[in-house]
């Protein structure tokens, strides 16, 4: 039985019955209340303290919720949305469900920027870094760039949703048009990294529902985006201005040769909070 209360509280052990064999039971607990805020507004100490009853259109929402993470598709895509940088930022299977690690970058970025410069982030997929950048500092010229004209589109809508303006711009990076782009004082790529070799390791629940083409690069070219990217910045780059890159943890040091073999000084390589080789930071010069 579903449940017999209809009580938001009393789907608790349909949850566990469900998701259990897939999910521990943290992570079950965690899943229950992100959909009871989502789709009902209402906190943990509300469901634990209220007895919000469902209707039966709303039971059966969260009945197709469930079933959903049941075939491990990722909660952020089920509902639509996700918590990035103190935004809401919306996500499909077009955009990549922007990480952890992502925000310690931004975090990075921000720490650099001054107010009324030129930011522009390449492959910006769901739109994360230029939102997150532009809600904290409104004074900032913001751009996305990306292949994908469908995640164009939803950035577009995650920029709207947020109150911010970003300019976006849908290129082919590997065959950019320069023309097309201005000059710009700080550059951030978080591009694909993963190797196709790494896919044995990865969870189901990514490589059935993100997008490959925002994660993988052939295991003979890892750094096919950055050298496209860091070779866009010698020429988009104003003098002094800093690019900034998310990493795959194993190129720290390759990535880095490559940037001082372009010229790039004063280079940076910073860890995540998991202790892993993340981020770099560098100037044109
Ligand atoms: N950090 C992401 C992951 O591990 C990958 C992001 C990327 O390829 N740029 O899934």
Redesign the pocket.
Known sequence: MFTSTNKLIDLIPYFKKKLGVLYSDREVDNLFYWVCEDQFELQKFQVKMGDKRLTESELLTVRTIVKRLEQKEPIQYILGTTEFYNCKIKVDENT?IP?P?TEELVDWVLDNVSKEQAVLDIGTGSGCIPIALKKAIDSLTVSGLDISAKAIAMAKESAELNDVKVDFIQMDILNPDLEGLKMYDVIIS?????LESDKSQMNEN?LSYEPHL??FVADHEPLLFYIAIAKIGLTQLNPGGLLFF?IHENFGKETIEMLEKLGYQNIELREDMQGKDRMIRCCRG
Do not use: F, I, K
């Open positions: 990549l990480r690690e978080n591009p694909p990294y993963v990514v925002a994660l998310e």
